[in-house]
């Protein structure tokens, strides 16, 4: 906290006090000078520093601070707690950044990351124009040639093998209208091969938590947090990875003396300012989660009523964790019972009570089994659905959640549709292009390896091949890729090229390829990898903090951001970059049809409208420009805890902050968005809403739908489906739509209007009705304890597949062999393997990975940073005290990190710390630009390699996906450390 | 007999095999119950203070990323000891030092006043004793010891002597330069020092006549010479003070002018309290040296002068060197039987 | 007016660094001068904090006390600048600092430390204020524009805060009584001579 700032008048007044008082040597600057007698320049400047740029100088002109100076907003493109930052901007100059006080969600903060973030647009370390490797050499070319080239040799791959050739790798940076036109590009050539980085972070989360409850999203919000009097975060560092949500829960700490338990395996920044650190052994945590509950099911601490009323077979969970009695726990985890009864009492019984996590659970290959466990504790102690509870999934990136919705997804078309034929339908209108001529756009897949041959619309319908496994797509034999040929060209936009495991394997990849595209700020570990000497482009792609358009922070708040300035050196923005290549591809004028483009430029918010016309199924459908950009001028008068507008404000009146999702029926509608999902406590068009009855309306005669639990106000007083022309006639509510609705559902019903439902009705009518009767348009359900359709329907504690524990993998063995996402994954020859040769006596100590605050992602961008780079000069390992001094390793000595698979080292510095456990590593994962000990910065174009480079600390990890989503394994693998 | 072995040998084996088993079951619990883990504590109750920090270390030191290891130091509190010396009794040290040292020759010179030659045979031939190297080392020393001196004091009275006199501006620039001097041309003192060593070491080594010269006061009181060779024990310390006080002097400069390259803040604080503790007692003694070989005593000058000495005046203060010199070169002034004159 | 200090909640710091980097942006210190740093202590081990430190703005500051140019001075709202037209860069400003707080570019040869530079509250220098002058040797003066250190401003966790003496001791002693325990007011007693009564 601050005192208020003052707002201008001179800030140092004379204060007689001061003067007489205990300062003897009060001498204000004029006197100072008039003392001195002081003459600028001369000798006098020798040895000074010159602080602030020339190109602040200049920018300014004579005075810093003139009237020239104009404010804009935008939004951090860092991680997903969603800063605002304000820019202030003099002559298109960027040269200064103010707190943004008014922003309910940082209110003013920001982490070292945000508070950097000017130096990411005035970066000269960026890529500066279009560039080409001809014989090993990068070119300069121009934006004509390299959209040309590119064009025409994707052409020529997709002629030769078919469009599921060509990779569409997007990205959590893209805005969503960058997200959204990138995927709906990727449907116009013909493929479902679009991934972005969710499938790395948060994959499983929205997998798992979708199939509990009925959306993959944070329940809650950061600000809500403040409410809790238990908060459990398992898996995450927030203090490093989300700083400004730490403001959050370390107020709630103060304000309830809220309890704060961390469990992690590594003491983390955030565990230093825990109530209660759990220590656990990497990859244990459904153990874990399953021990909490044994105690709380034990001692009846369960919230029965929530459970008889909201969840579908807990009994099914019940079985399961009876297996898990504390000594069981203790053998597996290394959590101690005692302790565990502890963290549940509480939990259970010190309510509201949240659970948090990040990457620690979702990035294993058992990360969705991992989410659904996390889930099923929120349901027992039914810590779901108010305020201070909640499943708070932290995303990672800036638009992780944005891009996810927009369906950056090798399984999904945009808001969650599915890759169903109702789906393709459902866009095919909004788009206003034939369904069938999408569909021939399509490959057909002949027969091989014993699998059946498959049709335009099966290809159609069929998930892509997933962003942790591209390499695979690439090396391996083709008979064993699930179509007509393997990868042969990545297209990589806004995506790190050292963030996905088994670095090696990539290299292979790479090389292997005939056609890479990055297009990016900067050029990636993909270019410098030294893989390629031909058929290379790279593509100069402005920050987000250069283009307008909307975001979605972790909460599903949707924010605006304007351009900040114009696009540095020759880059061009996504809109721009995806429309030319449209334009060459001959496919522009289908793809913008309704959307207006201005100097080759599509517009932003004439995207975002489009996304409102179809976003029905996650109510994206309110959100319209106008109303996200009023927010944006409004955003001091939304509450810190509520993040709600006082209802009688002209403008935003009642609106929770960005409209958070979902935010029903059409923007005049006035549906204040709903901060805190599945909370029936509030009316729907307060922002209340029930479980999504997704599932169906019932399972072996036992029922799906709510049992006397509705949201207030409801119509409805029991559980009831989701709503379709058809249960409308049954109630008689077709009534209430207006001509003009029915007229429009017609269109779209066809033959079978019935089929109509909330979802796929373009006029918003049937949300509308919704809204009036006081009813969830997506139903009121059960979550579900068991989710029948995943591999693991209760979740069951997996070993990794590289243990440091193999004598457990016998009665915990990982998923058998078995083909998902068009790939094998061959998990259990692995494992097996890996124990039949003794792997972890040879590398004997467990590896995980994790995020430090200075740097991001795959930390291109952020290691070109001076600001940040300097906080973090070298790669590192951390290692324990103990096991150091077994190894003769000093603190900041080199050692070699080798990796059982593909004789895999790297070259780090040693830091020898108790934060992580005996038999413990931890690498921070930001770092590349060295590989297997050689630095690789000449490999760079001239100018753009970052300040910092390091190993890839995926040179070293290994082998692991889950089944669900493709997430590879990252938190559990085994290393061997020596002193170098 | 063989078969027992054999089951021995199988016994032996289970018994290892077990115990590895064993062990890394142990070592497993132990992992998560051992100090180094904080399972099961609460990281807020415990956290640490300044308090407990202080009482085990003077100064509270953790863990930063970047590597200037110095800013590991969060608080050190002995700046205060540092600024205490500095400020309290640093100047008042100096002042003494220097302003003793000048009252003393002072009161030397009011009673004893100047040391003249004494006239004999001798006077008016000339004796070599310092060649053109010799001199050079020592003139190259001497100047660069006066400004560093300067430069030195400086430090310690330009603020409260020459700023109110000639303006912070003015002052700033002379400071400044002042203070690039006192770097620079601490290279070419050093330089001097060694090889004022090189060149004087053999004749500066302490003998027995040494004792006899310091017993009878080296002759400024009363009137009696006792014997010498090239330098007398007067003259063999003020070499020892130069090469102690100007290696001290130099180990502590270059620590300073390379800060925190060898020591941490403790160490550097402590560079500076013997660097000026030094220094001070150094000027004094060069002050007596300046005055011995220019007004105190007649002629003595002349050997860093010209480099040639008095034959007389050599004679009485530094017999036992003339007789070598003569007895080494011929061709020079000799002295010798017929040097006693025939009475 | 007022009695500008910083005091660091050492039970909200995180290490976020934001306070380092917030710095840097507003005054585009260069490489290798940190004017701002945080600090951890007992890292790894139950009972870690970290903690924010720049220059105090001590009462009675020694840097003052022992620099040999007498180039340090307090302003009103008791801010401890100096002028880098006097400073000459011989470091004694380090030696008597308790907090690390002045920093020196290597400008020259050996030796020849550049003139120091240290975090001045952004309060600017004795140059004009706003003037280019100023900024390029001092950086930005939000004291002036009525603004208070960008650090603090934009602390995470607003674990940092700056301000009038007596207003943040407030608001850190309603948060001790809040959570029921305090992190101390780390570095007060060295600089102010004083600590944060509860």
């Known amino acids: 906290m601050l005192i208020k700032r ?31 007698g002081l003459v600028a320049g001369g000798l006098a400047a020798a040895g000074s520093i010159q602080l602030g740029s020339v190109r602040k100088a200049q920018a300014a002109g004579s005075s810093a601070i003139g009237p020239a100076v104009t404010i804009k907003k935008n939004i951090c493109t860092h991680c997903s707690v969603g800063c605002t930052v304000t820019a202030e901007v003099v002559n298109g100059v960027w040269v200064g950044q103010e707190p943004s006080f008014s922003s309910p969600i940082n209110r003013g903060t920001h982490c070292a990351k945000g508070a950097a973030i000017r130096e990411l647009v005035s970066s000269d370390r960026r890529l500066k124009y279009p560039m080409k490797m001809v014989d090993g050499q990068w070119t300069r070319i121009s934006w004509d040639q390299a959209i040309d080239e590119i064009g025409d040799k994707i052409t020529g791959l997709r002629d030769k093998f078919g469009p599921d050739s060509v990779y569409w790798l997007g990205s959590a940076k893209f805005t969503n209208e960058a997200a959204y036109i990138f995927r709906k590009f990727g449907a116009f050539w013909g493929t479902n091969s679009v991934d972005h980085q969710a499938r790395i972070c948060h994959s499983t989360t929205v997998a798992g938590v979708a199939n509990t409850w009925g959306y993959g999203a944070q329940t809650n919000s950061y600000n809500d947090i403040r409410n809790a009097k238990t908060m459990i975060i398992l898996g995450g560092n927030p203090a490093e990875a989300h700083p400004v949500s730490l403001q959050h829960l370390l107020s709630g700490k103060e304000i309830n003396r809220a309890n704060m338990i961390v469990i992690d395996p590594r003491f983390t920044r955030t565990a230093a300012h825990a109530t209660e650190y759990v220590r656990i052994r990497s990859g244990t945590d459904i153990p874990v989660v399953w021990g909490i509950l044994w105690h709380i099911f034990e001692n009846g601490w369960e919230d029965k009523e929530f459970i008889a009323q909201r969840v579908y077979a807990m009994d099914d969970v019940r079985k399961e964790v009876a297996k898990w009695n504390p000594e069981e726990v203790e053998r ?171 670095l090696p394997e990539a290299v292979k990849g790479l090389t292997k ?205 029991d559980g009831y489906p989701e709503f379709t022309m058809a249960v409308f006639k049954k109630l008689g ?86 083909r998902q996402l068009r790939m094998p994954n061959i998990g259990f020859s692995v494992q097996k393997a890996a124990v039949d040769r003794g792997i972890a006596k040879d590398f004997p100590i467990i590896l995980t990975s994790g995020r430090l605050v200075e740097y991001e992602g795959g930390g291109e961008e952020t290691r070109s940073n001076p600001w940040l780079a300097e906080l973090q000069q070298d790669m590192f390992v951390e290692i324990n005290t103990g096991d150091a001094t077994d190894r003769g390793i000093k603190d900041g000595q080199f050692v070699w990190v080798s990796g059982p698979e593909n004789n895999a080292k790297a070259k780090v510095k040693a830091l020898v710390t108790d934060r992580v456990g005996k038999g413990v590593a931890f690498m921070p994962f930001h770092f590349s630009g060295w590989y297997q000990g050689n630095d690789m910065r000449k490999f760079y174009p001239h100018g753009t390699d970052p300040v910092v480079l390091g190993e890839s600390s995926n040179n070293t990890t290994t082998y692991g996906f889950d089944p669900v989503t493709g997430m590879q394994e990252t938190k559990c693998t085994l290393c061997q450390i020596r002193a170098v | 007999m063989r078969r027992t072995l054999t089951t021995f040998r199988t016994l032996v084996a289970a018994t290892i095999l077990t115990a590895t088993v064993g062990a890394s079951s142990t070592s497993f619990a132990q992992q998560t119950r051992d100090g180094l883990n904080p399972t099961g504590q609460n990281p807020t109750a415990e956290s640490v203070n300044e308090e407990f920090l202080f009482k085990q270390d003077p100064k509270i030191t953790g863990r930063i990323s970047i590597p200037d290891g110095k800013a590991a130091h969060l608080i050190q509190p002995a700046g205060r000891d540092y600024r205490d010396f500095r400020e309290r009794w640093l100047p008042w040290l100096s002042a003494l030092a220097v302003l003793g040292a000048v009252a003393l020759l002072g009161l030397f010179y009011f009673f004893r006043g100047r040391i003249l030659m004494e006239r004999g045979p001798d006077t008016g031939r000339k004796i070599l004793r310092f060649n053109g190297f010799e001199r050079f080392a020592h003139w190259m020393t001497s100047s660069c010891f006066i400004i560093l001196a300067l430069s030195g004091l400086n430090y310690i009275f330009g603020k409260r002597l020459l700023m109110p006199l000639i303006g912070a501006d003015a002052f700033g620039v002379v400071a400044q330069y ?104 150094f000027i004094a003694g060069i002050l007596a040296h300046i005055y011995i070989g220019t007004l105190g005593m007649e002629g003595a000058y002349d050997a860093m002068g010209s480099g040639k000495v008095d034959l007389g005046w050599a004679k009485v203060h530094h017999d036992l060197w003339v007789e070598e010199e003569q007895a080494k070169n011929a061709s020079g002034p000799q002295l010798g039987r017929h040097q006693v004159p025939a009475e | 007016m007022a009695r500008m200090k910083f005091l660091c909640d050492a039970d909200r710091c995180i290490e976020c660094n934001a306070c380092v980097t917030a710095c840097k942006n507003e005054h585009e210190v260069p490489w290798g001068i940190n004017r701002r740093r945080v600090v951890t202590l007992n890292d790894g081990k139950p009972g870690e904090r970290s903690v924010s430190m720049a220059c105090m703005h001590c009462t009675d500051a020694p840097c003052a006390a022992v620099c040999p140019v007498n180039c340090f001075y307090t302003t009103a709202d008791a801010v401890v600048l100096h002028s880098k037209d006097i400073c000459i860069g011989c470091g004694y400003c380090f030696y008597a600092c308790p907090f690390g707080a002045p920093q020196y570019p290597k400008v020259g040869n ?81 600089a102010y001579r004083e600590t944060v009564a509860i």
């Open chain 1, 6 to 36: 003052k707002t201008g008048g001179p800030g140092r007044t004379f204060h007689p006090a001061m003067a007489i008082g205990d300062t003897p040597k009060v001498i204000d600057r004029r006197a100072f000078l008039r003392n001195s």
């Open chain 1, 332 to 502: 597996v985890s290394g959590v101690p019972g005692e302790q565990l009864r502890r963290v549940a009492e509480t939990f259970a019984k010190e309510k509201p009570a949240t659970l948090i996590w990040c990457m620690g659970a979702t990035q294993h290959t058992v990360g969705t089994a991992n989410v659904r466990a996390l889930c099923i504790l929120c349901l027992a102690t039914g810590n779901v659905g108010k305020p201070g509870t909640g499943a708070n999934i932290f995303r990672g990136h800036t638009n992780v959640q944005g891009a996810t919705d927009m369906g950056l997804d090798v399984t999904s078309l945009p808001l969650y549709y599915g890759l169903v034929e109702g789906a393709w339908k459902h866009w095919a209108r909004v788009w206003d292009v034939e369904y069938d001529w999408l569909q021939s756009r399509f490959d057909e897949v002949p027969a091989k390896a014993g699998r059946k041959a498959r049709s335009r619309k099966e290809s159609m319908e069929s998930p892509g091949i997933t962003s942790t496994r591209w390499f695979d797509g690439v090396n391996l034999p083709e008979e064993q890729v699930d179509q007509r040929t393997g990868i042969k060209a990545m297209m990589v936009f806004g995506h790190g090229g050292n963030t996905v495991t088994r």
């Open chain 1, 513 to 717: 390829l005939d056609l890479l595209v990055v297009a990016d700020p900067h050029p990636t570990t993909f270019a410098a990898l030294d893989a390629r000497r031909d058929n290379t482009y790279l593509l100069p792609i402005c920050t987000s903090l250069e283009m307008d358009g909307s975001r979605t922070a972790s909460n599903r708040s949707i924010q605006w951001g304007e351009q900040i300035v114009k696009p540095a050196f020759e880059s061009k923005n996504d809109y721009e970059v995806v429309y030319r290549l449209a334009a060459k591809l001959g496919l522009a004028d289908q793809m913008f049809k309704n959307i207006k483009v201005v100097d080759g430029v599509p517009e932003a918010e004439d995207i975002l409208r489009e996304i409102n016309r179809g976003g029905w199924s996650t109510g994206y459908c309110g959100q319209s420009p106008e109303r996200l950009k009023a927010h944006m001028r409004n955003q001091a008068k939304f509450d810190l805890v509520t993040l709600r507008a006082p209802k009688d404000d002209p403008e935003v009146g009642g609106d929770y902050y960005g409209l958070p999702w979902p935010c029903w029926g059409k923007p005049e509608l006035k549906h204040p968005g709903t901060h805190i999902l599945y909370n029936t406590n509030l009316h729907i068009k307060e922002g209340g809403g029930t479980f999504r009855a997704r599932f169906g309306t019932e399972r072996n005669g036992v029922t799906l739908l709510a049992e006397d639990s509705f949201a207030k106000g409801s119509e409805l007083t």
């Open chain 1, 733 to 818: 509510w077709d009534k209430d739509l207006t001509a003009d609705e029915t007229a429009s559902i017609t269109k779209t019903g066809g033959a079978n209007i019935d089929a109509v439902s909330w979802a796929t009705d373009l006029s918003g009518g049937i949300q509308r009705v919704c809204l009036d009767r006081g009813v969830t348009p997506y139903g009121n359900g059960k979550a579900r304890a068991n989710a029948w359709n995943l591999p693991d329907p209760v979740p069951v504690h997996r070993e990794p597949i590289y243990t440091p524990r193999p004598d457990l993998v016998a009665k915990y063995p990982t998923r058998p062999d078995e």
């Open chain 2, 178 to 281: 002042a203070k690039f001097s006192h770097i620079y041309l601490a290279w070419p003192f050093m330089i001097g020092v060694a090889l004022m060593l090189v060149l004087w070491l053999k004749d500066n080594i302490p003998n027995k006549i040494d004792i006899a010269w310091i017993r009878a006061f080296g002759g400024f009181v009363g009137d009696k010479h006792p014997s010498a060779g090239r330098f007398n024990a007067g003259q063999k310390m003020v070499f020892w003070m130069v090469i102690g006080f100007g290696s001290a002097m130099s180990v502590t400069g270059l620590m300073m002018i390379f800060p925190f390259a060898l020591t941490d803040i403790t160490g550097m604080q402590l560079m500076q309290v013997i660097h000026a503790l030094i220094g001070i007692a």
């Open chain 3, 110 to 190: 050996f030796g020849s430390r550049g003139k120091m530079d240290k975090c001045t509250y952004c309060a600017g220098g004795p140059e004009p204020d706003f003037s280019t002058i100023e900024y390029e040797k001092y950086g930005s003066n939000r004291l002036a524009e009525g603004k208070l250190p960008l650090c603090a401003e934009m602390c995470s966790t607003k674990a940092l805060l700056a301000g009038d003496g007596e207003m943040i001791a407030q608001i850190y002693k309603q948060r001790v009584i809040k959570r029921g325990y305090g992190s101390g007011a780390w570095g007060w007693k060295t």
